[in-house]
């Protein structure tokens, strides 16, 4: 299926569009064969829910109809462009000052803050600088920290209702979707701001996005099937969109150590993954109407 022109990607980074790449679609996992994780002491196969749709593995260049569907215009904002940057060096070196690679787990990398507070504090004042600049100066706030075991085809999950002594083979990963609450619907994704996420790992990792709206989505939907009567909502738009449309591309980004992609996450299906690497994946994200 070809691609659409819809979110768009403004791309500061040194590499250019070398990072970005494309596939054909997406699979139900129950078909796709999944990679096994080993890390530290760890080694199991991942479980998704059962209605997790994860992308094909038949990643490729972008052809130049591609790349243009995909370059940003004029009218950039919080809600159509996934912007792509890196840290300045200074907040680089207080990153690696802090020697948060090589943790084990989330409390590793927390415990590496609250040891060392100066550092931490510096770090603080120069992470607020950069992210004051990328937001013009309107409000955000920290989300989380968030850390991923290596060789996931996606990282995102829901933890709620798992008891306190879980371990990560009983985590379940939700694949391909799109963030939502209480407080959105498929009518007003785009007016909950987007995210940025600053890679900390030690290795790259990869963010995924299909490059449709909420609205782009619900409409290609409307052509297919009664949405009123499939009761389709911001809730499950995901699922039913990949099972009628699972030809419709993935998009790629490869995000090195210390770079950082702004995205809509509320108004896109997306995932992050950590194929190929072995080292834990750490991402520092905040929430607010970034752009670069």
């Not at 796709?32 to 997790?52: C, G, M, S």
């Not at 510096?122 to 060789?151: A, M, R, V, W, Y």
């Not at 798992?162 to 959105?184: A, E, F, R, W």
Request: hydrophobic share 35%.
């Amino acid at each position: 299926m070809k691609l659409k022109k819809g979110i768009v990607i403004d791309n500061q980074l040194p590499g250019g569009y070398e990072e970005v790449q494309i596939n054909s679609g997406t699979i139900g996992y129950v078909d796709r064969t999944l990679q096994k994780v080993n890390f530290e002491e760890f080694k199991y196969i991942p479980q998704f829910e059962d209605d997790a749709y994860v992308p094909r593995p038949d990643w490729r260049s972008l052809a130049p109809q591609e790349l243009a569907c995909l370059l940003s215009n004029e009218n950039l904002n919080d809600h159509n462009t996934v912007y792509l940057g890196e840290i300045p060096q200074k907040l680089k070196d207080s990153f690696q000052d802090l020697a948060l690679t090589g943790s084990k787990d989330r409390d590793d990398v927390y415990e590496k803050l609250s040891r060392q507070v100066k550092k931490t504090k510096e770090l603080n004042l120069n992470l607020n600088i950069l992210l004051s600049q990328l937001s013009d100066n309107k409000p955000f706030h920290f989300h989380c920290i968030g850390t991923n075991f290596p060789n996931l085809e996606t990282v995102a999950c829901n933890l709620y209702g798992l008891p306190h002594n879980y371990k990560p083979q009983d985590i379940k990963y939700m694949g391909m979707h799109n963030d939502s609450s209480v407080h959105t619907s498929i009518q007003t994704a785009h007016k909950f701001g987007n995210r940025i996420a600053i890679n900390l790992g030690a290795e790259s990792r990869s963010f995924l996005f299909v490059n449709l709206s909420m609205k782009q989505a619900l409409n290609m939907l409307k052509r297919k099937i009664d949405v009123n009567q499939q009761g389709v909502n911001i809730t499950n738009i995901s699922r039913i969109f990949f099972e009628h449309f699972p030809d419709y591309p993935v998009i790629r980004i490869q995000q090195k150590p210390y770079q950082y992609y702004i995205a809509p996450t509320d108004n896109c299906f997306h995932d992050g993954s950590t194929i190929g690497n072995t080292n834990l994946d750490i991402t520092m994200i905040f929430l607010g109407r970034f752009s670069n």
